[in-house]
């Protein structure tokens, strides 16, 4: 299967805590991207990051790749039950813009 | 406004009948892609097109076809629907910024 993996399924937090999600993949990549997904919604684009880039911020969001691995790592910080969701990566083969998805991470943040 | 539409947003259709689901975006991204949504599956590429008249399979194609004889839309078409398609279906386009992705549709074949 093409499909990346991504670890732990899913997880459980308490408010105000760390969470982080860990995606592999098995080819060359242009680029991975990670999404956000309430359940019964569409897909909401968090953050791309390109296969020059090592890591990559936005608000509580961090991302890093690390191509030599193939994996990439989203870190959530000071998480709120509003993150209650599932996480997706989604990485683009090199040279086109083909994107294949992760299993997922089920977050569940308790207030 | 800008985006990317899908239509229907629900769908109940009888085994053996034939269903399009429409895919229109406004970006004019040169990619556009299909996923089908499944319980302990995740999301699954079922086809892709690269540009206008260029289309290729995913990993799940079988009993599906599609066209894409204009950039901005991307029609997904069961032949000849069965149970197993039952899912929600995710159309996407991609640019250099990433994969956007439309609401959804779900479709349920009874």
């Known amino acids: 299967s093409q499909q990346g993996e991504e670890d732990p399924q899913a997880l459980s937090i308490q408010e105000g805590e760390n969470a982080t999600m860990n995606c592999s993949y098995k080819?060359?990549?242009?680029?991975l991207q990670w999404y956000r997904q309430n359940s019964g919604r569409g897909l909401v684009h968090l953050i791309l990051?390109?296969?020059?880039?090592r890591e990559k911020h936005s608000g509580r969001l961090r991302v890093t790749l690390d191509t030599s691995k193939k994996s990439s790592s989203l870190l959530i910080t000071a998480s709120r039950a509003a993150d209650t969701a599932s996480y997706f990566c989604?990485?683009?083969?090199?040279?086109?813009?083909?994107?294949?998805f992760g299993t997922g991470t089920r977050l569940k943040v308790l207030a | 406004d800008a985006g990317i539409t899908q239509s229907p947003r629900y769908k109940i259709t009888e085994t053996g009948r034939q269903v399009t689901l429409m895919c229109h975006q406004t970006w004019s991204h040169s990619y556009m892609f299909w996923y089908r949504q499944d319980l302990g599956h995740g999301l699954r590429l079922i086809y892709y097109?690269?540009?206008?008249?260029?289309?290729d399979k995913g990993e799940v194609p079988d009993g599906y076809v599609v066209s894409r004889s204009k950039t901005e839309n991307f029609p997904l078409t069961l032949e000849s629907a069965t149970r197993s398609q039952t899912s929600v279906y995710f159309c996407a386009s991609a640019g250099s910024d990433g994969a956007f992705f439309g609401q959804g549709t779900r479709l349920t074949v009874v």
């Open positions: 080819t060359s990549i242009n680029n």
């Open positions: 990051i390109r296969s020059n880039e």
């Open positions: 097109s690269a540009a206008a008249d260029i289309t």
């Open positions: 989604a990485y683009g083969y090199s040279g086109t813009y083909k994107y294949i």
